[in-house]
């Protein structure tokens, strides 16, 4: 039973390109979630996500992020024209459904490495 | 003011000391509390998790304690080995929120030989 796939694990991009993260949760996780985490800093939440629908996105910068779970294929995190304080770990992470107890226990991957030139 | 505070930031021991972590939270009420390990360039993995009703709860080496009338947890870690090295997050889940849990910012261990 694979565990939450991330990829790229590292991307380099240049000041004003898009970056492209891509998440497969694990079997039988209907529920993901994308977390920053800064050089020395704790992970901070950016969005949760269900199958085809954005649950809670209070953690997203209100321009150039964006972030997509279709109905097929992996979630998606997308940013925009990068800048260099966009640089950190992105890591994802995936839960099942426990119903009234909130998230399950979250199962990360090891996380895309994005550098900003 | 974070709303889940631990301490110390970071610490230093020796291979098979003993260490206590400490987490001080202010959620309430909450759902659950859990803690996470994180090594060095990988992703959080779940240590334990405590509801509310829970005093202690052991998973080898490790054991996670709870006072919810003073609001703190602990993570006591024995025979400490070089492998324990890494970030210890305490992360609270608030009751009837379902969505947002609330991350401390870690204590970075380092276990030296």
């Known amino acids: 039973n694979a565990g939450v796939m991330q990829n790229p694990r590292h991307l380099v991009r240049r000041r004003g390109q898009e970056a492209r993260l891509r998440c497969s949760p694990m079997?039988?996780?209907?529920?993901v979630y994308w977390y920053r985490q800064l050089p020395e800093e704790g992970l901070k939440f950016m969005v949760y996500?269900?199958?085809?629908?954005?649950?809670?996105e209070s953690g997203m910068p209100k321009e150039r992020f964006s972030a997509e779970f279709p109905k097929e294929g992996p979630s998606i995190l997308r940013i925009q024209q990068v800048v260099r304080g966009d640089s950190a770990a992105y890591f994802c992470?995936?839960?099942?459904?426990?119903?009234?107890?909130?998230?399950?226990?979250?199962?990360f991957g090891e996380g895309s490495r994005l550098t900003v030139l | 003011k974070n709303q889940v505070e631990q301490s110390p930031q970071s610490l230093i021991i020796l291979e098979g000391k003993n260490c206590t972590l400490q987490?001080?939270?202010?959620?309430?009420?909450?759902?659950?509390l859990r803690w996470y390990k994180q090594d060095t360039g990988r992703g959080p993995v779940s240590l334990t998790i405590?509801?509310?009703s829970e005093n202690t709860k052991s998973n080898g080496r490790y054991t996670a304690t709870l006072d919810a009338d003073t609001k703190q947890s602990s993570l006591h870690i024995t025979a400490s080995q070089l492998s324990d090295s890494a970030s210890y997050i305490c992360?609270?889940?608030?009751?009837?929120?379902?969505?947002?849990?609330?991350w401390g910012l870690g204590t970075s261990l380092a276990v030296n030989p």
């Open positions: 079997k039988g996780h209907s529920h």
């Open positions: 992470a995936s839960s099942p459904l426990y119903p009234g107890e909130g998230p399950g226990e979250l199962f």
């Open positions: 992360v609270v889940t608030p009751a009837g929120n379902n969505r947002k849990l609330i």
């Open positions: 405590m509801t509310f």
């Open positions: 987490c001080n939270y202010t959620v309430s009420p909450f759902s659950n």
């Open positions: 996500l269900q199958k085809e629908n954005i649950i809670d």
